[in-house]
């Protein structure tokens, strides 16, 4: 067990709907890292932020968004969903900004239909 | 030149034998290179990293090897046990933040 505790498991919607979902960091972390795995194409790097604020931007949509709160827990909203937003995203938590070691959640797995 | 570029995209190896990934960079301005290993329905989970100013790093049966001059570096396991089948992505981490991964190797052991 990592640590870090991501909610729901599964999440299952349909297009043109908005999910939230929720990651809370391993005690202490400050760091929380969101991203998106798909089969084709790997771990892709949604966002970054370290003790509430933004520290890194990826490939996030604009109809993504997220924020990280003052007891350090993060949500990743997105909205609009379209098929292709169907994915494992998942939460990692680092002790420090620069996140040399992350520990990733269980993930939560979106099904857009 | 964010990219991180993973091969095989896929590995079968016997049991007993080496199993080797290999990724490449671009940007000279990573300077931290991990390797996770995921197993199904899990998170990924660090296994071993190196920083650029050492050639290799061995922790128990797995070892990093790292060519500067080339932006190479591979990940060779030792004595492949079933149990080592999983998924493996390298990644590398440059001074702003981002933290890049590869596209992932899914590494199968016969017993």
């Known amino acids: 067990d990592s640590g870090v505790t991501q909610t729901p498991k599964h999440l299952i919607t349909a297009t043109g709907q908005r999910v939230t979902l929720r990651c809370s960091p391993r005690?202490?972390?400050?760091?929380v890292y969101w991203y998106q795995q798909s089969l084709d194409q790997g771990l892709q790097f949604l966002i970054q932020y370290y003790n509430g604020e933004e520290r890194a931007k990826g490939n996030i949509l604009e109809r993504f968004s997220a924020q990280q709160f003052p007891d350090l827990h993060s949500e990743l909203n997105l909205s609009s969903l379209e098929l292709g937003d169907s994915a494992l995203y998942f939460c990692a938590s680092s002790p420090n900004p620069r996140g040399e070691k992350l520990f990733f959640g269980s993930g939560t797995q979106l099904s857009v239909l | 030149q964010q990219q991180v570029k993973q091969s095989p995209q896929s590995l079968i190896v016997q049991k007993g034998g080496i199993s080797i990934i290999n990724c490449a960079y671009e940007?000279?301005?990573?300077?931290?290179f991990p390797w996770y290993q995921q197993f199904p329905g899990k998170g990924p989970a660090l296994l071993i990293a190196?920083?650029?100013?050492?050639s290799e790093k061995k922790e128990g049966r797995f070892t990093i090897s790292f060519n500067k001059s080339a932006k190479q570096f591979s990940l060779h396991i030792m004595d492949s046990q079933p149990g080592d089948s999983a998924t493996y992505f390298c990644a590398a981490l440059s001074g702003t933040y981002k933290y890049i991964f590869g596209t992932g190797t899914r590494l199968k052991v016969l017993a």
């Open positions: 940007n000279t301005a990573f300077d931290y």
């Open positions: 190196i920083r650029p100013d050492v």
């Open positions: 005690s202490g972390d400050l760091s």
